[in-house]
């Protein structure tokens, strides 16, 4: 069983905000958290996609956009960072204000399906050893997102066999549209704040199996991800993106005592990153050098939040 840390810093603040729903209904079971950093384009749809009555908690990783204002015109309690900390702080931020026995966490550009969260919240209530529950999850061609296992996941998931046949235990949770019960979070010491982007899901996801707890997939719940549209593209965010998607996976893999594959990743992306400039390629530039930079980076023990000024941190 893996060993647990101590609570981050964050969550053992007490709450100084009310969180009512954003109809002013009274404190609900479930407090949704979302993300942003310039992401005015999509905040909209998630929080209208939420129940009536659902407190949203919004953190905004210092956007430049008006993100933050639509999020507070919807009635959503917003924390304005100063700074860009990554997705696993603000969460931690999130967290730390939330008072509800589960909390939602969405992506900006998810959405849910009618009746999507009162269905997570019921499997919870019915299945108490069940710490993290995933819908449905529909990409925006309309397929089903498949992953419900990770290289990292299965070696510590335990076959179980439910009754219910709307119900699967899984390997991993998807960080996109997630329920977890807020005791489970602060037990695990919320999330790795190391970890400025990708991977927190597949590291909260191992911890959870490692307490012999359940994720479950709750296959009548659903909701959609656009993926990849919560910021606005461009050369610089692919190459951000790719750094963060390297490092993380080399950091989970080596927290875990998993093999990193550093060196198969130097040589792939620097291969990859030739061919690209040979064919003039600039998106595949962009995304070969980060994964390369980002390797490297961490194999030379370079924290991810030295670098967040490449997200826009200040």
Known sequence: MASERPPHPDLLRKPTLPLKGRDGSQIVTTAAILITYNSAA???????SLPAGTP????DN???DDSAAIAERLGATVIRRADNAGFGVANNDGLALATTSYVLFL???ARLAPGALERLVAAAEAHPNARLLVPTIRKADGSVFEKHTTDLCAPACKP???ADPTLRAVAFASGAVVLAR????HKLGGFDPAIFLYFEDDDLSRRVLDLGQLILHVTDAEAAHAGNTSSPPSLAMTQMKSW????SQSYVARKHKMRT???WRVVESAAKLLLAKLVRHAPAQAKHLGSLNGTWAAMRGVQAQAVRERAGGS
């Open 62 to 64: 210092a956007s430049t």
């Open 107 to 109: 992506n900006p550009d």
């Open 244 to 247: 963060h998607m390297a490092w």
């Open 182 to 185: 807020r005791e489970t979070l």
């Open 42 to 48: 999509v905040i909209a749809g998630a929080l209208e």
């Open 261 to 263: 594959g550093n060196l």
């Open 160 to 162: 179980v066999t439910m």
């Open 56 to 59: 949203a908690i919004v953190v």
